[in-house]
T-cell receptor, first 112, second 114 residues
């Protein structure tokens, strides 16, 4: 399958520190997206990076994509307690249409 | 963006019964998706529901267990039939936004089967 896989599975940091999460996938993709889920609620779209892009920024978020390594990273700078959530990457492949495959997620805890 | 609501938000059901989950969108959308998220796990796509056609189910999911209706462009239902404790999960519906590759998710329905 071309499932995205995140690491680490869980991450605990202090408020103000940076948090980095990684995602790997197996097949060629059109896009890769990152989502946040607070405490078992619905997912919120954070950022999309296209296969021809290498880096993208949105506020305190920075996403990189390395298609040669089939990996992406999400960096949250100056973390806040409100960033505590699970973060998922989602990929869609050329042959997979508009269906997305979600990775297992990283549970981030930001301690005050 | 799309605003999505789901009903019920949570339910506790007995083994062998069925539960129908409703998903309402504030705008007309062609494609709606139903996902299952088992405790502590990621999301797994159950099916894609297009208005006016039969839902397309992913491997491991069948219509008899998860019948879906899509009567119009703003509404869909997912029924979890003949439930067992293994069906305890969060069920989420989603739609594609104007930016085709961005999905908007409902708040989810937390189902516990006893």
């Amino acid at each position: 399958s071309q499932q995205g896989e995140e690491d680490p599975q869980a991450l605990s940091i202090q408020e103000g520190e940076n948090a980095t999460m990684n995602c790997s996938y197996k097949t060629s993709i059109n896009n890769l997206q990152w989502y946040r889920q607070n405490s078992g609620r619905g997912l919120v779209h954070l950022i999309l990076i296209r296969s021809n892009e290498r880096e993208k920024h949105s506020g305190r978020l920075r996403v990189t994509l390395d298609t040669s390594k089939k990996s992406s990273s999400l960096l949250i700078t100056a973390s806040r307690a409100a960033d505590t959530a699970s973060y998922f990457c989602a990929t869609d492949a050329y042959n997979y249409g508009q269906n997305f495959v979600f990775g297992p997620g990283t549970r981030l805890s930001v301690l005050p | 963006s799309a605003v999505i609501s789901q009903k019920p938000s949570r339910d506790i059901c007995q083994r062998g019964t069925s539960l129908t989950i409703q998903c309402q969108v504030d705008s007309q959308v062609t494609m709606m998706f139903w996902y299952r998220q088992q405790p502590g796990q990621s999301l797994t796509l159950i099916a894609t529901a297009n208005q006016g056609s039969e839902a397309t189910y992913e491997s491991g999911f069948v219509i008899d267990k998860f019948p879906i209706s899509r009567p119009n462009l703003t509404f869909s239902t997912l029924t979890v039939s003949n439930m067992s404790p293994e069906d305890s999960s969060i069920y989420l519906c989603s739609v594609l936004g104007d930016r085709v590759y961005e999905q908007y998710f409902g708040p989810g329905t937390r189902l516990t089967v006893t």
